[in-house]
């Protein structure tokens, strides 16, 4: 069964580094997305994805996050200068067109130190 | 998207089928229940959706309400896997893409 896979599985870094963190969608989706969990806290919505451009952005999304698809498999998010409150579980998602069931990958948890 | 109310917790014995009820009484017609769960830190892992029949797939079974004010999700044998945190998230199929999650349900499956 295709599933949507990330790397790292856990990534540390020091405050005011850049991360990228990597996910591959299921092969014929459409739309990708990415979320985060704070621990112990609720997942939240970061961002959509649809051909080759941001379709809807939360509040936290600011300009320290970007998104891309470099090429026909992986799908990433970018934090240009990380703070110590980024550190969190992100999840990618994908499905195969807007509004349809969305699949999520294991995660990567990121610590800032 | 409507806001759905779920109980906190729940405990279920092993072997046992898990009733996890959800009410969202403000929705309104174009959206669908959706039911994710999320074991541990992992990623929240789908099990099931519907409108407004009933819903059966090889994960569980989703009753909704005739006046689709509230659902049901039921596992029809619990077992230990099932511990989990469980989604009742409603959701329009065009126009608004982000899955809204709430608390949940924290289903412990006793042995």
Known sequence: ?113 | DAKTTQPPSMDCAEGRAANLPCNHSTISGNEYVYWYRQIHSQGPQYIIHGLKNNETNEMASLIITEDRKSSTLILPHATLRDTAVYYCIALTNFGNEKLTFGTGTRLTIIP
């Not at chain 1, 790292?8 to 991360?19: I, W, Y």
């Not at chain 1, 891309?68 to 992100?90: C, H, Q, V, W």
């Open chain 1, 1 to 113: 069964e295709p599933e949507v896979t990330q790397t790292p599985s856990h990534q540390v870094t020091q405050m005011g580094q850049e991360v990228i963190l990597r996910c591959v969608p299921i092969s014929n989706h459409l739309y990708f997305y990415w979320y985060r969990q704070i621990l112990g806290q609720k997942v939240e919505f970061l961002v959509s994805f649809y051909n080759n451009e941001i379709s809807e952005k939360s509040e936290i999304f600011d300009d320290q996050f970007s998104v891309e698809r470099p090429d026909g498999s992986n799908f990433t998010l970018k934090i240009r200068s990380t703070k110590l409150e980024d550190s969190a579980m992100y999840f990618c998602a994908s499905s195969v067109d807007r509004g349809n069931t969305q699949y999520f990958g294991p995660g990567t948890r990121l610590t800032v130190l």
